[in-house]
């Protein structure tokens, strides 16, 4: 199936590094149970921005929109249908779902109030995964690779205001992050520094898919200085011990 054709800047970044994404972004399954607690029983649920089908519900009722082929590619035979389209266009009527979900997604939409208004417009309830850009501004991956902080995908990234903007927000859960989150999402190696060294790991992070090549082998040099003389556990080395923190990963809930 297909609807309205993505943004060509999100077609093609997702064109460029979704090759990868199945295999560097599987799911973690503490996140996914907080996830799927927060969409509830309801049966009919839309998954927008669905990707490879990384915290869909695995059952019946559900229904997955998603630009990229690239991403559609990549689910598994036997995750839920998959339309090919934008969140600012669903191609379904008014109140067709329970609940409309989207995980780490809003934040690469073109017109993100269309798309929210969007989600009101199909589904009674809206949870969202997204990270709060107050908190994962302050990550301390970003003293390593600052420019990440003026990607179109980064800046302004919608956080909480922006979403009691545009949907009925009833909660907001803090979603702490283990220590080792098998997902490999932007902030998931926060105690894990060496895995940002590893190209093969940047390259299932869409904030270093779309660094230039300067800007990623300078922050790669310096980190792999710190780590070799020490300066990195000197100053962050207590965050090693920790279970799971708050990089800013939340879960808004809205609607009725
Ligand atoms: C980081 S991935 C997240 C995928 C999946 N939800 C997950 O949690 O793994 C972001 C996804 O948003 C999709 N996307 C980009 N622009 C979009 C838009 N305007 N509407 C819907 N999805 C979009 C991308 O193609 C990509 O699959």
């Known amino acids: 199936m297909t609807a309205e054709p993505a943004s060509p800047a999100a077609r093609s970044r997702y064109e460029a590094i979704g090759g990868g994404y199945a295999a560097a972004r599987r799911p973690d399954a503490r996140i996914a149970a907080a996830i799927l607690d927060a969409v509830g029983a309801g049966s009919r649920v839309v998954n927008v921005g669905a990707g490879t089908g990384n915290y869909e519900p695995d059952r019946s009722g559900v229904v997955a929109v998603e630009p990229s082929a690239l991403m559609i590619a990549q689910r598994s035979p036997d995750a839920a249908p998959c ?22 997604t809003v934040h690469h939409w073109h017109d993100r109030a269309r798309g929210l208004a969007e989600l009101r417009r199909v589904s009674r309830r809206q949870v969202v995964y997204y990270f709060e850009p107050a908190l994962t501004d302050q990550a ?21 205001a922006f979403f009691r903007e545009h949907l009925d927000v009833r ?5 702490p992050v ?25 390259a299932g992070m869409s904030s270093f898919a779309q660094l230039d090549a300067g800007a990623t082998a300078r922050g790669h040099d310096r980190l792999r200085a710190d780590l070799a003389s020490g300066r990195w556990d000197a100053r962050l080395g207590h965050l090693r011990a920790l279970a799971a923190y ?9 609607g009725s």
């Open 246 to 254: 708050d990089v800013g990963y939340r879960i808004v809930v809205a």
């Open 83 to 104: 339309v090919r389209g934008v969140a600012e266009c669903l191609p379904f009527a008014t109140s067709t779902f329970d609940v409309a979900m989207c995980t780490l």
């Open 140 to 160: 301390w991956l970003l003293s390593y690779w600052p420019e990440i902080l003026e990607l179109p995908t980064e800046i302004a990234a919608p956080g909480e």
């Open 171 to 175: 909660e907001v859960q803090v979603v």
């Open 178 to 202: 283990p220590n080792d989150c098998t997902d490999g999402f932007g902030g998931a190696f926060w105690a894990r520094p060496e895995a940002y060294l590893d190209a093969a790991v940047r």
